[in-house]
């Protein structure tokens, strides 16, 4: 599927807010006011990304899972969050023990959606973390 | 595409795996690759049990299972541990991409399963000497090992 296609799949779900382009038609912006029934998911999902992202960045040798990560978090049409010295750097244990847990909520979260198409990047995400060298004890 | 004619891709998926698998086992018996054997021997397994489900869950879904072709084109030579090595990891890209597909078009438990399969087939990549992905099994259009 290309990135054009996960868009459409994001944005079919009701979370991508609707630009006007016709200017004869209104002049105020128009907000998306009844979200999918997906968007929730898709809200936590991008929330889940974006803690990880937060929390591997502080992090040494995480370099790879956090690229993946933001790549995952891009075909769910989500923002990476802005870097922060706050965050607590987490532990090879940790790490791993977050990781699964994503998982698990990923492979639930595609298992339970309405969308097939965004079920398909949902269980895309859980097996991209699933075959991350971390997860195979080989990093 | 329907989940019956999803379900009915996967299936044909799943028959080309577990030829392929099988010839692939009885080429890896004469190597002195007993990682390789032991990958090979549990991923035809675990196929045999896919197509298995697979056939039953179609069979309830009151359609009848696609058969097996006789036999399935293999890419060649088949001699060195990293050509069976090679073969196997096209055969697991091919399953990969079709589980994506029925994830899309199924529901309900068969959904649930499809998920559990397309991270099997994920994880099992990596023994056949594939890379980690941040996205597998988004391709569209499947690599078939016919």
Redesign the interface.
């Known amino acids: 599927?290309s990135a054009a296609?996960?868009t459409m799949t994001v944005a079919s779900v009701g979370l991508v807010a609707g630009c006007d382009l016709d200017p004869s038609s209104s002049s105020t912006p128009r907000t998306v006011t009844t979200p999918g029934p997906d968007a929730s998911v898709v809200t936590a999902a991008r929330a889940e990304l974006s803690g990880l992202i937060a929390r591997l960045s502080a992090s040494t040798g995480t370099t790879?899972l956090v690229?993946?990560?933001r790549?995952?978090l891009a075909?769910l049409g989500g923002r990476p969050p802005p870097t922060t010295r706050r965050s607590r750097p987490l532990s090879r244990a940790a790490t791993v023990t977050r990781e699964r847990r994503a998982?698990a909520r990923f492979?639930h979260w595609?298992?339970t959606c309405t969308d097939?198409?965004l079920?398909?990047?949902l269980?895309?995400?859980?097996?991209?973390i699933?075959?991350?060298?971390v997860m195979?004890g080989t990093s | 595409v329907t989940a019956v004619q999803s379900l009915q891709d996967t299936l044909a998926a799943e028959h080309a795996a577990v030829y392929v698998l099988g010839v692939l086992g009885g080429r890896v018996a004469t190597l002195p690759s007993p990682t390789l054997r032991n990958a090979i021997g549990t991923a035809y397994d675990v196929h045999l049990a896919r197509r298995d489900r697979l056939e039953a869950m179609i069979t309830a879904a009151r359609a009848t299972p696609v058969p097996a072709a006789p036999a399935y084109a293999l890419t060649r030579p088949l001699v060195t541990a990293a050509q069976l090595a090679a073969a196997a990891l096209r055969v697991e890209r091919a399953c990969?991409t079709a589980y994506?597909?029925l994830?899309?078009?199924?529901?309900g438990p068969t959904?649930?399963w499809?998920?559990?399969a397309?991270?099997g087939?994920?994880?099992a990549?990596?023994g056949f000497g594939?890379s980690?992905?941040?996205?597998?099994?988004?391709?569209?259009a499947a690599t078939s090992a016919r």
């Open positions: 599927m296609g996960l790879a690229a993946c990560h790549a995952q075909a998982v492979r595609a298992a097939g198409d079920a398909r990047v269980a895309s995400v859980a097996a991209g699933a075959m991350q060298p195979q | 990969l994506g597909a994830v899309a078009a199924s529901t959904r649930r499809a998920v559990d397309l991270v087939a994920a994880v990549e990596l594939g980690a992905e941040a996205l597998p099994g988004m391709d569209t």
